[in-house]
């Protein structure tokens, strides 16, 4: 590995060094053999996977440190928060020379755990490694994961479980919430803060004449973009607190997350959530708020020559740019689901009424794509219940597609609709099989996920392409992890 050691730089109030705590008797779980090879782990580091994503093993090059930060949780302010239960153990460089961090979940209390073991357990680590998994096949910005590792160790939750521990990566794990900690308890840090942030990530904005509103316009729009990649697959993130969203737009932080099955924008995929509040149809005017949060803390940021007026009417015109980004990038990509040709006036409307169908029928999001794509017209309105509704859908369509170059538009529609997304029943089956230690349906899905717009029907079981009978009951995932 490279390192390149740079968070430990900054001041020593922002994080606290320690060792991870390993737990008693681990295991391995599953190894992302693909990754590590992208952030050139050596032939000893791969053989050794099992004590680094254990805890067992840490790097002479970087000492450990969790990281503290604050944030608005369910539009709270919870005050200061922090890494309770990872360490941050290297930075390195991938292939690309790009620096990605090694944050270990799951590693023991830390001074910012809250009353909290530091604990994970095996349920929601894997989880949280077959998503991270899913949404990099699918082309969205996300923390992926090495590897992570199951134990002989109880962890006391709801029930007792196993606790696990994952090796997470990100190209960048601090937080907006690392901002609101700032600016409430250590305020003269933030320029320097800020300027690292810029430099590090967004050091193309040090050629503009404001590089912090150069900044803040980057960072907004990246995380319009992020959600609107969630939006067309269909992930609902759960729990879109300012200090599970970081700066580069890349998903961070999967909880009680959920892939849309039958297509319910209103579906509360956490049940901890009693509002409602971070369902997939809020997630773009979330984004909107936690981002509008964020710009506060910069306005100390102020320049000498500057009015401060001003400079707080010139943050406000950065988020201007979330709402346009979003749309623009949103209105493209379900044109290209749909196989509609984006410069049609009419084709963003098509779209909203094949959408409406969906909801109103409660047909399956991914499934009911994948047959537009395949034109198996037939088969969406035999399971509509207002089956002239759809034909009139499907004649705007066929006549927005009409005297279209209908071969590019087919292969565009293959790019983005996926046969595969993880839902929550499919993680439940891999986590019993891993609660007994048999990993096999981790592999599987681990490798279905792999590609998920090319069709594997030598992997693919029934239970990959639809939801379950709507006589089952959902699978219910909280916060609890």
């Known amino acids: 590995m490279q390192f390149n050691t740079r968070y430990s730089t900054l001041s020593p109030k922002l994080y606290h060094h320690q060792l991870p705590s ?20 050596s032939d000893k580091d791969k053989a050794q996977w099992v004590e680094i994503c254990s805890g067992q093993k840490t790097f002479e090059e970087f000492e450990p440190l969790a990281m503290v930060y604050a944030g608005h949780q369910f539009g709270q302010w919870a005050g200061q928060l922090g890494d309770g239960r990872g360490l941050l153990i290297a930075q390195i460089l991938n292939k690309q020379g790009q620096t990605i961090d090694l944050h270990l979940k799951g590693a023991g209390s830390t001074p910012y755990s809250r009353m909290g073991d ?3 357990v095996l349920r929601s680590v894997v989880r949280e490694y077959l998503a991270g998994h899913a949404l990099n096949s699918l082309g969205v910005a996300s923390s992926n994961a090495v590897g992570f590792t199951s134990s002989e160790q109880g962890v006391q939750r709801e029930k007792l479980e196993l606790g696990a521990m994952m090796l997470r990566t990100s190209d960048c794990h601090i937080r907006l919430g690392h901002f609101e900690w700032i600016n409430q308890y250590q305020g003269d840090l933030l320029p320097e803060f800020t300027q690292k942030c810029i430099e590090w990530h967004y050091p193309e904005c040090l ?63 956490n049940h901890s959530d009693y509002q409602g509040r971070y369902t997939y149809q809020q997630q773009p005017s979330i984004g909107h708020w936690n981002l509008w949060q964020w710009l506060n803390n910069l306005v100390p940021l102020c320049p000498a020559n500057y009015d401060k007026e001003q400079w707080k009417d010139d943050l406000a015109q950065c988020l201007e740019h979330y709402e346009p980004t979003f749309l623009e990038h949103y209105k493209m990509g379900l044109s290209q ?24 029928e409660q047909l399956d999001y991914t499934l009911s794509f994948i047959r537009l794509q395949n034109h198996e017209y037939e088969a969406i309105k035999d399971d509509c219940l207002d089956r002239r509704a759809f034909e009139g859908f499907l ?6 597609r009409e005297h279209q170059d209908i071969i590019t538009l087919d292969a565009e529609m293959e790019k983005a609709n996926p046969h595969y997304i993880l839902r929550n029943h499919m993680a439940q089956k891999a986590i019993e099989l891993a609660e007994r230690n048999d990993f096999s349906e981790v592999e599987r899905l681990f490798t279905l996920l792999s590609q998920p717009y090319l069709k594997q029907p030598e992997l693919e079981t029934t239970e990959d392409l639809g939801p379950l009978p709507s006589d089952v009951p959902e699978v219910m995932v909280s916060c609890s992890s």
């Open 395 to 400: 004649a705007q369509y066929e006549s927005i």
């Open 118 to 120: 530091g604990r994970a």
């Open 22 to 41: 390993p737990l008693k008797g681990a295991k391995a779980g599953h190894f992302n053999a693909a990754l590590a090879e992208q952030l050139e782990w």
């Open 337 to 360: 689901k749909m196989g509609l040709p984006s410069f049609h006036k009419d084709s963003f409307d098509c779209a909203m009424i094949f959408l409406r169908i969906l909801q109103s």
């Open 207 to 269: 050629d503009t004449e404001q590089p912090i509103l150069a900044f803040a316009t980057q960072v907004i729009q990246r995380t319009a973009v992020m959600i609107s990649h969630w939006q067309l697959v269909g992930f609902a993130h759960g729990v879109m607190n300012t200090d599970n969203l970081n700066i580069t737009g890349s998903t961070l932080d999967f909880g009680p997350y959920g892939f849309m099955e039958r297509f319910r924008p209103n579906w509360i995929n």
